[in-house]
């Protein structure tokens, strides 16, 4: 008998015989004729929102469509950082829900994604910035969401060994969300895809969208690589390529793709425990279970779809590290990479319907798309099932720019590279 | 065994014999030579165990000769300067060395941690993935901390690096990477053309395999010829060489990153020598002549101590002098692998087998092998390596099946060779299978870009050589070279026949892929069996390729296994992206000297140094430092000098350094219309000889700055922008000139930092300012009223402007001279002002009066709020376009519901204010649905004796009075707090007008 | 990556900021439309991938707005002009049709 189910016992056993009693985490599903639902992108969202689509509202006739692997996009490409810790009442609900849908998730899709609530601290310099984070830790307080004002001192005692003496801007204390932490990216997709596919829905990868049916308004199905696939409703969560696949369905999006680079160091003896955001520099660090510092600063700044960035921006983040940590001055830089950011025009994302019948548009996740997973996967299943927003994404509307509805965290505006 | 050099050759190597060095690992010292690396020294000293692996733990040895060793990785030096996960194979030997093995406990020989490997049926790949769920708190609690404390190899040191890091900039016409044959050859066809070449290799000895091989070119050894190849390259001015520089990627527009190691191979860093130095690149062209990395053979315990590459072997044998064994078993696919054995036998090694892949050797080789004694298995295998500290023996099958068992103390292996062409592949450049190679060589390149030599899939001498020659000269011709081809020096030629052979699927125990993360050849089955089957899904999986060498000596190894599993060819298959770094870079390289206090720039107010003097406490205001406040002594709280500088003011005077406020000068015939354009209010109507205060949208709608324009002449206007927004105004304004509306006849000239500017402020500043101007201008409220702005002389004929312009609410002047003149400026304000009892303030101060006064600032303009939010709608113009305003009719902008500014004081006067409070209603529950908005500045008002506040609140203008709650959670704050009038001291502006 | 200033010569990128789409311009605010044009100058840039024009700013130059023609699938710059020029022949050809 096959091992499906994930538990002690079945390693045990498979330990006893070889491993050889696995079955592959999910089928490799050719595409039928025609689907309750297609989803376009299997990445973290499209997975998730497929997952919910079955698990909640009971739609099993569903297709996720990939044009590469399963998590070739921004899942496998990011800095696996979970937190709630937002400011504006647009988002701190929606990024709550997702913070408690990962609290549960290992047990809910029998899959370890290793969500590791080690805390996320964000360091305050100076007195404006401590009362901006007073504000922001106030609001998810109100929300019902965890939220600590630290002290200098007890940032040092968290963490003795960060730049607490020479520093050109002195930590003056931080705002800690202890629920905050890291999950191990890659495996979000993985299991999403597999208690998904247990679910009946087909994961089908190496196909790429070329195309959209569309007669009357109404959404009919999609052209693919493999050929036309029916489907009653067209999901897409496409991040950094939302703009272009929209392109085929005649729709400009608020969004620019932008390449946000990311850094991981050799494996050393874990000393970060939690996350760490720097208030002065560009820069935000984690240690992984494996050893390897991970860490990220600000995108490139310019549009890009190319998937990789360039020194001036690698120099910057690392300035930024040295500045705060003076100790990893020797531990080595091992991979660097580049992931295309759909950046909204106000650094928020969008989930809602489109001017076009039955075609669903999830985007605009810009550096934040990773922790929203699993309350992506949730409001846009409830969006395509109910056609109707879930209560706490009600404010990702399309045409919020249009109206001035904006939810602009950072309050940079129309200008995605600041975001 | 250890500490006489037992294994070092009499009569081979480069080493230099008079150069001992003494160096100590785990403790116990040894002795090597100058040219020595720490590997080559371990070596010749008989060890071969320096590591431990990353989950099993098992013992690990030397396996190659360079930057691609997964095993071999030490903790050098001790301190703040460890260095953890360092290739004991690229480190450089230096008298006084230490180095510790890492990943072990107790030590390297008994390592408790080796149980996993008896767990091992259990920590399949991807194991923790199916477990580890139950009870979901245990995660953090339990299991991580077990995972976390078995994670990482070496430690990273406790405190801050103390060494220094340097960063250069180089151009060239040509850069070429890897200093072997190919290399020396592009380099020289360039260099003698004329062109700029930089040549970077990173070794300490230019010169690649030249070094390692005992080969022949123009009738010398190759490590000869190489030698005067680089004493060509380097008596040319037109050649830089950098040795012991590793080009890390390949950047946009031809720019490429490099880590040149000044000071590694010293016990510390020369004085005023950085340790390591980053280097930009800027290349017209590049040749990429790094060479090829050797495969090892997926076979059983094929990671013992004693496996070793055989280009490695040669290495220790020939550039080293060192004999890495004394009786071998040679295990190849390929002839380069099977000839080793003449390099095996020159230095006196026993060759024990040879066993080669193919069913038939060269001749030559196979002759050769006889001679040696050796026993020969054509078409057979070593399925096992035996022995488990070190080898001790090899168990073979031979072509018939049949198994035998030699003793040996060193297996030479050799699975072909995959080239170094990673950076071929940073700009997106793809690369292809070669079946007669074996390999994946580049493919399609990046413009500018050429690969030579084993990078290219070239593997002879001869063809490395022509290769180079070629890919030197059209790189030249490529930059705007007359490069004429270079003639190509002779050399022996070799056999160079090679059969794809990956894995042993008859060895008996765990078959390595990825050494260093323990990733075997039932790992990728099982992760193709779980229908992980895509390349990076493979990686990603099992971590097969995400270990320090890069993947180098497993990629394609793995490759192969999982293309053998899906019945699919390699090429099929794929291959996984490779991205910068080449090799790891260190952290401090990439800063450079910006870090601690050199992390920013500091801008300096033209008052700095008179300030320091006068005791002012300093704060960071984005790149300036500027002065907070000005401690008299025995004033041990900051409010108390606060709150004398205020009084000071307000019953005096006092000054303020304000240079830090953007200055922009605007001129031209077209400058009103302009500002109208940019302005939200009318500035084209504005007097001669006047200033009036301004607001500026960004085109969505949203407040981007508050400022003055003050008008000198018809044509000529002078704007001010807030500190934090002087940089982004210009580029706006820039903007708006150059893009939005180049038909206007305007000019933008930023002048921040050319005025040193001071407001002086309080009842007597008209007494003071009287004594700053020269005469006979006259500062009286009639001549010089409130708003007026003037260009003058002061300080006795220094050329200044002075501005009746007032943020605390008091009588105020703005003056500003040259900033040259600013300190003087300072100094002359406290004499003359001396009998006022002038009182200097900082900026604390400077923001008390403003929030008592009601101003707005950057709490209030903080990129989410609209003129309305900030009180300043009405001074929108109804008649005109400005920048934002048609985005800023937006309903959700428009919003008369949206919260707006309003004054706040606590019910219970005695109680504190905190900026970040919300609010709620008085008998409303604190959570988000009650929130009516929050405070944004709090300061505490010594006019009032009570602290006073901003903030934005819902429906504001009906609730005066009112009495709402500011709850502060974060803090433990929840205060009761009246809705007030903004404005905290004179209300109707008459001081300020008198 | 490099751009090549009209005034200053080839600097390195962090001599540049970059603003984004230069294909649309400020609307005409008399425009009956204009609320609606607005919107779409704001908000709606084109993000294709392949040569696009934008806008960069030489911060740490001249201070001159350019036009930078570049693939956003492989950062290759093929054209650079300044703002000023290319928004003047807008303006006068928009004056000459009208």
Same mark, same amino acid.
């Given at each position: 008998?096959?091992?499906? +189910?994930?538990?002690?016992?079945?390693?045990?056993?498979?330990?006893?015989?070889?491993?050889?009693?696995?079955?592959?985490?999910?089928?490799?599903?050719?595409?039928?004729?025609?689907?309750?639902?297609?989803?376009?992108?299997?990445?973290? +969202?499209?997975?998730?929102?497929?997952?919910?689509?079955?698990?909640?509202?009971?739609?099993?006739?569903?297709?996720?469509?990939?044009?590469?692997?399963?998590?070739?996009?921004?899942?496998?490409?990011?800095?696996?950082?979970?937190?709630?810790?937002?400011?504006?009442?647009?988002?701190?609900?929606?990024?709550?829900?997702?913070?408690?849908?990962?609290?549960?998730?290992?047990?809910?899709?029998?899959?370890?994604?290793?969500?590791?609530?080690?805390?996320?601290?964000?360091?305050?310099?100076?007195?404006?910035?401590?009362?901006?984070?007073?504000?922001?830790?106030?609001?998810?307080?109100?929300?019902?969401?965890?939220?600590?004002?630290?002290?200098?001192?007890?940032?040092?005692?968290?963490?003795?060994?960060?730049?607490?003496?020479?520093?050109?801007?002195?930590?003056?204390?931080?705002?800690?969300?202890?629920?905050?932490?890291?999950?191990?990216?890659?495996?979000?997709?993985?299991?999403?895809?597999?208690?998904?596919?247990?679910?009946?829905?087909?994961?089908?990868?190496?196909?790429?969208?070329?195309?959209?049916?569309?007669?009357?308004?109404?959404?009919?199905?999609?052209?693919?690589?493999?050929?036309?696939?029916?489907?009653?409703?067209?999901?897409?969560?496409?991040?950094?390529?939302?703009?272009?696949?929209?392109?085929?369905?005649?729709?400009?999006?608020?969004?620019?793709?932008?390449?946000?680079?990311?850094?991981?160091?050799?494996?050393?003896?874990?000393?970060?425990?939690?996350?760490?955001?720097?208030?002065?520099? +560009?820069?935000?660090?984690?240690?992984?279970?494996?050893?390897?510092?991970?860490?990220?600063?600000?995108?490139?700044?310019?549009?890009?779809?190319?998937?990789?960035?360039?020194?001036?921006?690698?120099?910057?983040?690392?300035?930024?590290?040295?500045?705060?940590?003076?100790?990893?001055?020797?531990?080595?830089?091992?991979?660097?990479?580049?992931?295309?950011?759909?950046?909204?025009?106000?650094?928020?994302?969008?989930?809602?319907?489109?001017?076009?019948?039955?075609?669903?548009?999830?985007?605009?996740?810009?550096?934040?798309?990773?922790?929203?997973?699993?309350?992506?996967?949730?409001?846009?299943?409830?969006?395509?099932?109910?056609?109707?927003? +879930?209560?706490?994404?009600?404010?990702?509307?399309?045409?919020?720019?249009?109206?001035?509805?904006?939810?602009?965290?950072?309050?940079?505006?129309?200008?995605?590279?600041?975001? | 065994?250890?500490?006489?050099?037992?294994?070092?050759?009499?009569?081979?190597?480069?080493?230099?014999?008079?150069?001992?060095?003494?160096?100590?690992?785990?403790?116990?010292?040894?002795?090597?030579?100058?040219?020595?690396?720490?590997?080559?020294?371990?070596?010749?000293?008989?060890?071969?165990?320096?590591?431990?692996?990353?989950?099993?733990?098992?013992?690990?040895?030397?396996?190659? @000769?360079?930057?691609?060793?997964?095993?071999?990785?030490?903790?050098?030096?001790?301190?703040? &300067?460890?260095?953890?996960?360092?290739?004991?194979?690229?480190?450089?030997?230096?008298?006084?060395?230490?180095?510790?093995?890492?990943? /072990?406990?107790?030590?390297?020989?008994?390592?408790?941690?080796?149980?996993?490997?008896?767990?091992?049926?259990?920590?399949?790949?991807?194991?923790?993935?199916?477990?580890?769920?139950?009870?979901?708190?245990?995660?953090?609690?339990?299991?991580?901390?077990?995972?976390?404390?078995?994670?990482?190899? =070496?430690?990273?040191?406790?405190?801050?690096?103390?060494?220094?890091?340097?960063?250069?900039?180089?151009?060239?016409?040509?850069?070429?990477?890897?200093?072997?044959?190919?290399?020396?050859?592009?380099?020289?066809?360039?260099?003698?053309?004329?062109?700029?070449?930089?040549?970077?290799?990173?070794?300490?000895?230019?010169?690649?395999?030249?070094?390692?091989? !005992?080969?022949?070119?123009?009738?010398?050894?190759?490590?000869?010829?190489?030698?005067?190849?680089?004493?060509?390259?380097?008596?040319?001015? !037109?050649?830089?060489?950098?040795?012991?520089?590793?080009?890390?990627?390949?950047?946009?527009?031809?720019?490429?990153?490099?880590?040149?190691?000044?000071? #590694?191979?010293?016990?510390?860093?020369?004085?005023?020598?950085?340790?390591?130095?980053?280097?930009?690149?800027?290349?017209?062209?590049?040749?990429?002549?790094?060479?090829?990395?050797?495969?090892?053979?997926?076979?059983?315990?094929?990671?013992?101590?004693?496996?070793?590459?055989?280009?490695?072997?040669?290495?220790?044998?020939?550039?080293?002098?060192?004999?890495?064994?004394?009786?071998?078993?040679?295990?190849? @696919?390929? #002839?380069?692998?099977?000839?080793?054995?003449?390099?095996?036998?020159?230095?006196? *090694?026993?060759?024990?087998?040879?066993?080669?892949? &193919?069913?038939?050797?060269?001749?030559?080789?196979?002759?050769?092998?006889?001679?040696?004694?050796?026993?020969?298995?054509?078409?057979?295998?070593?399925?096992?390596?035996?022995?488990?500290?070190?080898?001790?023996?090899?168990?073979?099958?031979?072509?018939?099946?049949?198994?035998?068992?030699?003793?040996?103390?060193?297996?030479?292996? @050799?699975?072909?060779?995959?080239?170094?062409?990673?950076?071929?592949?940073?700009?997106?450049?793809?690369?292809?299978? /070669?079946?007669?190679?074996?390999?994946?060589?580049?493919?399609?390149?990046?413009?500018?870009?050429?690969?030579?030599?084993?990078?290219?899939?070239?593997?002879?001498?001869?063809?490395?050589?022509?290769?180079?020659?070629?890919?030197?000269?059209?790189?030249?011709?490529?930059?705007?070279?007359?490069?004429?081809?270079?003639?190509?020096?002779?050399?022996?030629?070799?056999?160079?026949?090679?059969?794809?052979?990956?894995?042993?699927?008859?060895?008996?125990?765990?078959?390595?892929?990825?050494?260093?993360?323990?990733?075997?050849?039932?790992?990728?089955?099982?992760?193709?069996?779980?229908?992980?089957?895509?390349?990076?899904?493979?990686?990603?999986?099992?971590?097969?390729?995400?270990?320090?060498?890069?993947?180098?000596?497993?990629?394609?190894?793995?490759?192969?296994?999982?293309?053998?599993?899906?019945?699919?060819? *390699?090429?099929?298959?794929?291959?996984?992206?490779?991205?910068?770094?080449?090799?790891?870079?260190?952290?401090?390289?990439?800063?450079?000297?910006?870090?601690?206090?050199?992390?920013?720039?500091?801008?300096?107010?033209?008052?700095?140094?008179?300030?320091?003097?006068?005791?002012?406490?300093?704060?960071?205001?984005?790149?300036?430092?500027?002065?907070?406040?000005?401690?008299?002594?025995?004033? !041990?709280?900051?409010?108390?000098?606060? *709150?004398?500088?205020? !009084?000071?003011?307000?019953?005096?005077?006092?000054?303020?350094?304000?240079?830090?406020?953007?200055?922009?000068?605007?001129? =031209?015939?077209?400058?009103?219309?302009?500002?109208?354009?940019?302005?939200?209010?009318?500035?084209?109507?504005?007097?001669?000889?006047?200033?009036?205060?301004?607001?500026?949208?960004?085109?969505?709608?949203?407040?981007?700055?508050?400022?003055?324009?003050?008008?000198?002449?018809?044509?000529?206007?002078?704007?001010?922008?807030?500190?934090?927004?002087?940089?982004?105004?210009?580029?706006?304004?820039?903007?708006?000139?150059?893009?939005?509306?180049?038909?206007? #006849?305007?000019?933008?000239?930023?002048?921040?930092?050319?005025?040193?500017?001071?407001?002086?402020?309080?009842? /007597?500043?008209?007494?003071?300012?009287?004594?700053?101007?020269?005469?006979?201008?006259?500062?009286?409220?009639?001549?010089?009223?409130?708003?007026?702005?003037?260009?003058?002389?002061?300080?006795?004929?220094?050329?200044?402007?002075?501005?009746?312009?007032?943020?605390?609410?008091?009588?105020?002047?703005?003056?500003?001279?040259?900033?040259?003149?600013?300190?003087?400026?300072?100094?002359?304000?406290?004499?003359?002002?001396?009998?006022?009892?002038?009182?200097?303030?900082?900026?604390?101060?400077?923001?008390?009066?403003?929030?008592?006064?009601?101003?707005?600032?950057?709490?209030?303009?903080?990129?989410?709020?609209?003129?309305?939010?900030?009180?300043?709608?009405?001074?929108?113009?109804?008649?005109? #376009?400005?920048?934002? /305003?048609?985005?800023?009719?937006?309903?959700?902008?428009?919003?008369?519901?949206?919260?707006?500014?309003?004054?706040?004081?606590?019910?219970?006067?005695?109680?504190?204010?905190?900026?970040?409070?919300?609010?709620?209603?008085?008998?409303?529950?604190?959570?988000?649905?009650?929130?009516?908005?929050?405070?944004?500045?709090?300061?505490?008002?010594?006019?009032?004796?009570?602290?006073?506040?901003?903030?934005?609140?819902?429906?504001?203008?009906?609730?005066?009075?009112?009495?709402? &709650?500011?709850?502060?959670?974060?803090?433990?704050?929840?205060?009761?707090?009246?809705?007030? @009038?903004?404005?905290?001291?004179?209300?109707?502006?008459?001081?300020?007008?008198? | 990556?490099?751009?090549?200033?009209?005034?200053?010569?080839?600097?390195?990128?962090?001599?540049?900021?970059?603003?984004?789409?230069?294909?649309?311009?400020?609307?005409?605010?008399?425009?009956?439309?204009?609320?609606?044009?607005?919107?779409?100058?704001?908000?709606?840039?084109?993000?294709?991938?392949?040569?696009?024009?934008?806008?960069?700013?030489?911060?740490?130059?001249?201070?001159?707005?350019?036009?930078?023609?570049?693939?956003?699938?492989?950062?290759?710059?093929?054209?650079?002009?300044?703002?000023?020029?290319?928004?003047?022949?807008?303006?006068?050809?928009?004056?000459?049709?009208?």
């Amino acid at each position: 008998m096959p091992s499906d +189910h994930y538990s002690i016992f079945s390693v045990l056993l498979e330990a006893l015989r070889g491993q050889s009693g696995w079955r592959p985490a999910w089928r490799k599903a050719s595409p039928k004729p025609a689907y309750d639902v297609v989803l376009v992108g299997g990445g973290g +969202h499209g997975l998730a929102t497929a997952y919910y689509l079955a698990k909640r509202y009971g739609l099993k006739n569903v297709a996720v469509i990939e044009k590469g692997w399963v998590g070739s996009g921004n899942i496998g490409r990011n800095t696996t950082i979970v937190r709630s810790n937002y400011l504006l009442p647009g988002n701190v609900p929606f990024y709550e829900t997702s913070m408690k849908l990962w609290e549960g998730l290992e047990q809910d899709i029998n899959y370890n994604a290793m969500v590791s609530q080690r805390g996320v601290l964000n360091l305050y310099h100076s007195d404006g910035q401590r009362d901006a984070y007073a504000r922001r830790g106030n609001a998810m307080r109100m929300h019902g969401v965890d939220a600590e004002l630290l002290d200098a001192e007890s940032v040092r005692s968290m963490y003795p060994w960060l730049n607490h003496d020479d520093a050109r801007f002195p930590i003056k204390g931080g705002l800690l969300q202890k629920r905050g932490g890291t999950v191990r990216h890659d495996a979000v997709a993985w299991g999403y895809a597999r208690a998904a596919d247990r679910l009946g829905v087909d994961i089908i990868e190496n196909t790429e969208v070329t195309g959209f049916r569309i007669a009357d308004g109404r959404i009919s199905g999609v052209e693919t690589t493999r050929g036309f696939i029916a489907a009653k409703k067209v999901g897409l969560a496409c991040a950094g390529n939302s703009s272009r696949v929209t392109a085929m369905a005649g729709l400009n999006l608020p969004i620019e793709s932008h390449v946000l680079q990311a850094f991981v160091t050799e494996g050393i003896k874990p000393f970060i425990d939690g996350v760490v955001t720097f208030g002065a520099g +560009h820069f935000y660090i984690s240690q992984s279970d494996k050893g390897g510092l991970v860490f990220g600063g600000d995108l490139d700044g310019y549009n890009s779809y190319a998937q990789r960035g360039n020194l001036p921006v690698v120099e910057d983040v690392v300035e930024g590290g040295m500045a705060l940590m003076p100790r990893i001055g020797r531990v080595r830089l091992l991979r660097s990479w580049g992931g295309i950011m759909d950046m909204s025009m106000d650094g928020s994302p969008i989930i809602d319907q489109t001017p076009i019948n039955g075609l669903y548009l999830n985007a605009g996740w810009c550096y934040g798309g990773f922790k929203a997973t699993p309350a992506s996967g949730l409001c846009f299943a409830h969006l395509i099932a109910k056609n109707e927003p +879930h209560e706490v994404a009600r404010g990702y509307r399309l045409d919020r720019f249009r109206t001035g509805h904006m939810i602009d965290e950072k309050g940079m505006g129309n200008q995605p590279n600041l975001h | 065994m250890s500490g006489d050099q037992s294994f070092r050759l009499s009569k081979h190597g480069l080493v230099d014999r008079s150069r001992p060095f003494r160096f100590s690992f785990d403790g116990v010292e040894h002795d090597g030579y100058a040219g020595d690396t720490l590997a080559s020294a371990l070596l010749a000293n008989g060890i071969h165990l320096v590591g431990r692996s990353f989950k099993y733990h098992r013992p690990r040895g030397i396996l190659t @000769s360079g930057s691609e060793d997964p095993n071999a990785l030490v903790e050098l030096r001790t301190g703040a &300067r460890r260095e953890p996960n360092t290739k004991a194979t690229t480190i450089e030997l230096y008298d006084g060395l230490e180095a510790k093995s890492q990943n /072990r406990f107790p030590s390297l020989r008994l390592d408790l941690m080796a149980v996993n490997g008896f767990l091992s049926p259990v920590f399949s790949a991807g194991f923790y993935y199916k477990t580890f769920m139950w009870p979901a708190a245990f995660w953090e609690k339990l299991y991580e901390p077990m995972i976390r404390r078995a994670a990482g190899l =070496g430690s990273a040191a406790m405190e801050g690096d103390p060494d220094t890091y340097d960063k250069a900039n180089a151009f060239c016409d040509v850069l070429v990477v890897g200093s072997g044959a190919a290399g020396l050859m592009a380099a020289l066809a360039a260099a003698r053309s004329g062109a700029r070449v930089v040549l970077a290799d990173e070794s300490f000895t230019l010169g690649g395999r030249l070094l390692a091989e !005992n080969r022949s070119i123009d009738g010398k050894s190759s490590a000869e010829w190489a030698k005067t190849a680089v004493a060509e390259l380097s008596a040319l001015p !037109n050649v830089r060489l950098l040795s012991r520089t590793t080009v890390f990627g390949a950047y946009d527009g031809g720019t490429f990153g490099a880590v040149e190691r000044v000071s #590694d191979h010293m016990i510390q860093p020369a004085a005023g020598q950085p340790r390591q130095r980053l280097w930009r690149i800027v290349a017209k062209q590049v040749v990429v002549a790094q060479g090829a990395t050797e495969r090892p053979i997926v076979f059983g315990n094929n990671d013992r101590p004693g496996v070793m590459l055989a280009s490695a072997a040669r290495t220790y044998i020939n550039r080293y002098g060192v004999a890495p064994g004394r009786t071998a078993v040679v295990f190849t @696919s390929n #002839d380069d692998g099977a000839s080793t054995i003449n390099d095996l036998a020159s230095a006196g *090694i026993t060759v024990a087998a040879l066993v080669d892949t &193919r069913s038939a050797l060269p001749e030559a080789i196979e002759a050769r092998a006889e001679a040696l004694g050796a026993r020969i298995f054509e078409g057979g295998v070593v399925s096992d390596a035996l022995g488990r500290s070190r080898v001790t023996g090899a168990r073979i099958i031979d072509a018939s099946g049949a198994v035998h068992t030699i003793s040996c103390d060193l297996i030479v292996v @050799s699975g072909g060779f995959s080239p170094n062409m990673q950076m071929t592949t940073h700009l997106g450049g793809r690369s292809q299978w /070669r079946d007669d190679i074996a390999g994946f060589v580049p493919g399609t390149l990046p413009k500018n870009m050429s690969a030579a030599g084993a990078a290219n899939g070239s593997f002879s001498l001869a063809s490395c050589l022509a290769d180079g020659a070629r890919a030197g000269s059209s790189a030249a011709s490529g930059a705007g070279f007359d490069a004429k081809p270079i003639a190509v020096p002779s050399s022996d030629d070799e056999p160079s026949s090679v059969a794809a052979f990956w894995h042993v699927d008859r060895a008996k125990h765990k078959a390595f892929v990825d050494f260093q993360n323990d990733v075997t050849a039932a790992d990728v089955a099982l992760a193709e069996r779980e229908g992980y089957r895509s390349v990076e899904h493979l990686k990603r999986y099992t971590t097969l390729g995400m270990a320090t060498d890069q993947g180098r000596t497993s990629g394609v190894n793995g490759l192969a296994i999982l293309a053998k599993l899906t019945g699919k060819s *390699i090429p099929e298959t794929g291959i996984t992206t490779a991205r910068p770094p080449y090799t790891p870079v260190s952290l401090g390289a990439l800063a450079g000297e910006h870090r601690g206090k050199h992390f920013k720039p500091f801008r300096l107010t033209p008052s700095h140094n008179w300030a320091k003097a006068q005791g002012a406490v300093f704060v960071e205001a984005g790149l300036w430092l500027r002065s907070l406040y000005f401690p008299k002594p025995f004033e !041990n709280d900051p409010l108390t000098s606060i *709150i004398r500088e205020v !009084n000071g003011v307000r019953n005096g005077v006092g000054f303020c350094d304000v240079s830090t406020l953007g200055k922009v000068e605007v001129h =031209g015939t077209d400058a009103g219309k302009f500002l109208d354009r940019v302005y939200i209010n009318m500035m084209s109507t504005l007097p001669v000889g006047k200033a009036r205060y301004g607001a500026m949208l960004r085109e969505d709608g949203i407040m981007m700055d508050d400022g003055t324009a003050a008008r000198f002449a018809e044509d000529r206007y002078f704007v001010t922008t807030t500190t934090v927004n002087a940089i982004k105004v210009v580029q706006h304004l820039e903007l708006c000139k150059q893009w939005h509306w180049p038909d206007l #006849d305007v000019q933008i000239v930023p002048s921040t930092d050319q005025w040193a500017q001071y407001s002086v402020a309080g009842p /007597r500043a008209r007494e003071l300012i009287s004594r700053i101007v020269d005469k006979p201008f006259d500062v009286s409220n009639e001549a010089f009223p409130y708003m007026a702005v003037a260009e003058l002389t002061a300080l006795g004929g220094l050329k200044a402007r002075l501005y009746r312009l007032s943020f605390s609410g008091e009588l105020a002047y703005e003056i500003a001279v040259p900033a040259r003149h600013g300190e003087l400026l300072a100094r002359t304000l406290m004499e003359k002002g001396a009998d006022l009892g002038v009182t200097p303030y900082g900026t604390e101060a400077l923001g008390v009066m403003r929030i008592e006064k009601g101003h707005v600032g950057g709490p209030e303009i903080n990129g989410t709020t609209t003129a309305g939010d900030v009180g300043l709608g009405k001074m929108a113009s109804k008649k005109k #376009d400005f920048i934002g /305003r048609t985005l800023s009719e937006r309903s959700g902008l428009a919003d008369p519901n949206r919260p707006r500014i309003v004054g706040f004081r606590p019910v219970d006067r005695a109680a504190r204010l905190r900026a970040g409070a919300h609010f709620v209603n008085r008998d409303a529950e604190p959570t988000a649905a009650n929130d009516q908005g929050y405070l944004t500045s709090v300061a505490y008002s010594p006019s009032n004796g009570h602290w006073v506040g901003l903030g934005f609140l819902a429906n504001a203008e009906s609730r005066m009075g009112e009495i709402v &709650r500011a709850y502060d959670p974060v803090r433990g704050g929840d205060t009761l707090v009246e809705v007030v @009038s903004p404005v905290f001291v004179d209300s109707e502006g008459a001081r300020l007008r008198v | 990556m490099r751009i090549r200033c009209p005034h200053c010569g080839e600097r390195a990128l962090d001599e540049f900021t970059y603003l984004g789409d230069a294909s649309i311009t400020r609307p005409d605010p008399a425009s009956p439309d204009a609320a609606s044009e607005f919107y779409t100058y704001a908000y709606e840039r084109r993000n294709i991938a392949g040569p696009t024009q934008e806008l960069w700013y030489h911060q740490a130059g001249c201070h001159s707005w350019l036009v930078v023609t570049r693939d956003t699938r492989t950062h290759e710059i093929s054209d650079v002009k300044l703002a000023e020029d290319v928004a003047s022949k807008r303006i006068k050809t928009t004056a000459g049709a009208a």
